[in-house]
């Protein structure tokens, strides 16, 4: 398991809990992994795991896992090796196929379908992601009391979104694909549904939304463009807008990606790339929990004595 050294990411692969249920493999864990959640290198060596630098870890390791892809080059990746972990497809394609050329292969937790949660990461996070998101965005507002929020999309994000909305107090409104997400989402605490994002700037004239979570995208796709300029003047100043897709192009066309703008109008847009990171330790926990059934389920005969 490496450190990571992505921007400002906290969260880890594997928290030593999980360590000690691997204990089938032998598991190395570079130097002050954990420290960004409070774990030590003597609780991974406590659970089984052999400490060692980075360059260790590469020659020594069949597997390597990590939360985002390393700020570093991969040169020193030895083929056959096999890396798991978020791997940013949408931005990192041409190493991802450089990496393969050179016998390397890259497991990412964007391609796991919904039909395997006990290994899907993505969805894990975006639970997360959808709450925190909503709760920056709401500190933004400069009113106070129950707000109409509007929520675009109806995936785990956009779930999680609904559900931070109700428990605020707030009014969230969804606009989804189909019918067949509307039970799902009024379960969640959705006051209404719209089911054809074609009708939005005809909700945002009639209904001005004080609050806006940008959620809708498909998974390992570009997200939609669905508040483009025309949408963005019907809104109120004050109105707050977060991109949780702005780094898979954005549903809005003013999202700036790590930034929070002010538009001319007065409407605030705001975007992070990581609001998991924002619990580390919360996320950390559910990240390495599927990295853990991940490996057991990819690598069988590795724990063949579970079997």
Not at 17 to 42: K, N, P, Q
Not at 120 to 129: E, K, P, V, W, Y
Not at 275 to 297: D, G, H
Request: charged share 20%.
């Amino acid at each position: 398991m490496l450190r990571e050294t992505a921007a400002e990411e906290r969260r880890v692969a594997l928290i030593p809990e999980d360590v000690r249920g691997l204990a089938d493999v032998r598991i190395v864990v570079e130097h002050d992994a954990g420290r960004s959640i409070g774990y030590d290198d003597a609780d991974y060596a406590a659970a089984g795991a052999q400490l060692g630098e980075r360059a260790e870890i590469f020659a020594r390791s069949d597997v390597v896992v990590w939360v985002k892809p390393p700020a570093y080059q991969l040169d020193s990746v030895r083929p056959g090796t096999t890396l798991i972990g978020f791997q940013d497809p949408l931005h990192r394609h041409d190493v991802i196929a450089a990496l393969r050329a050179r016998g390397i292969e890259s497991v990412g937790y964007e391609t796991v379908p919904h039909s395997r949660p006990d290994i899907d990461a993505l969805s894990a996070m975006s639970r997360i992601a959808g709450e925190v998101a909503y709760e920056q965005a709401r500190q933004l507002l400069s009113t106070e009391g129950p707000v109409r929020a509007l929520i675009l999309g109806c995936g785990q994000a956009g779930l999680s979104a609904i559900a931070a909305a109700a428990a605020q107090g707030d009014e969230p409104t969804v606009v989804g694909n189909h019918r067949e997400q509307e039970s799902v989402a009024i379960r969640h605490g959705a006051k209404a549904f719209l089911p054809d994002p074609d009708g939005l700037l005809g909700h945002l004239a009639a209904d001005p939304p004080a609050l806006i979570v940008c959620a809708a995208v498909h998974r390992g796709s570009r997200g939609p463009l669905l508040l483009d300029a025309t949408a963005l003047d019907t809104l109120r100043p004050g109105t707050v807008i977060v991109d949780l897709v702005g780094k898979s192009g954005g549903n809005c066309i003013a999202t700036v990606p790590d930034r929070t703008v002010t538009l001319p109008n007065g409407v605030i847009v705001t975007h992070r790339s990581n609001y998991p990171t924002l619990r580390p330790v919360e996320a950390s926990r559910a990240y390495s929990a599927v990295t853990a059934a991940l490996l057991k389920s990819r690598f069988p005969s590795a724990f063949s004595a579970e079997q």
